[in-house]
């Protein structure tokens, strides 16, 4: 028998910071959101199958994923203390400061390096947000690597 899988239906981001992304990060978010809608494995360790609205936010120093159904009706709310994120976020932010500097001086050599290097930071921050998440909800690596991505555009500081 087929172990029935929950998907993400709707992810809403909720934050002021969210005004403050640059291009190059608004790009990276509305793809990863795409990719998301397009294929997601992502439910509630304890209701599997279902189908759901995740609304994702930072509030008082943790990441929330306030879990409804399809009626928007809460599920689970589950809050990670962000100070695990801090770091990889950090690096990301100045990787993507990187990436459109050598973009708008045409070093492609730099740019391939640069989008290594954002992999692998990405793999990090997926390998961290599915440990974090263990337990609590079913997660498959390519949600985890694109929710990394919208942390990274949720979180920032002035």
């Known amino acids: 028998m087929i172990e029935p899988t929950g ?18 990060q608004e790009a990276d978010r509305e793809q990863a959101v795409h990719d998301l809608r397009a294929e997601n494995e992502f439910f509630p360790a304890t209701q599997p199958g279902l189908q759901s ?9 943790r990441l929330v994923f306030d879990i409804r159904d399809e009626a928007d009706q809460p599920v689970q709310i589950v809050a990670l203390a962000l100070g695990p994120f801090k770091m990889l976020i950090k690096d990301y932010q100045m990787l993507l400061d990187s990436y459109a ?7 492609e050599a730099r740019i391939q390096a640069i989008d290594m290097g954002r992999r692998g930071l990405h793999n990090e921050g997926a390998e961290l947000l599915s440990e974090r998440l263990k337990d609590k909800v079913v997660i498959d690596f390519p949600t985890a690597r694109r929710l990394f991505t919208l942390v990274c555009a949720l979180y920032q500081k002035l």
């Open 53 to 61: 609205i995740l609304r994702l936010s930072v509030h008082e120093g």
């Open 101 to 107: 500097q050598a973009v708008a001086e045409g070093r």
């Open 7 to 24: 998907r993400l239906t709707r992810i809403i981001l909720e934050g002021e910071s969210l005004h403050r992304i640059s291009p190059l």
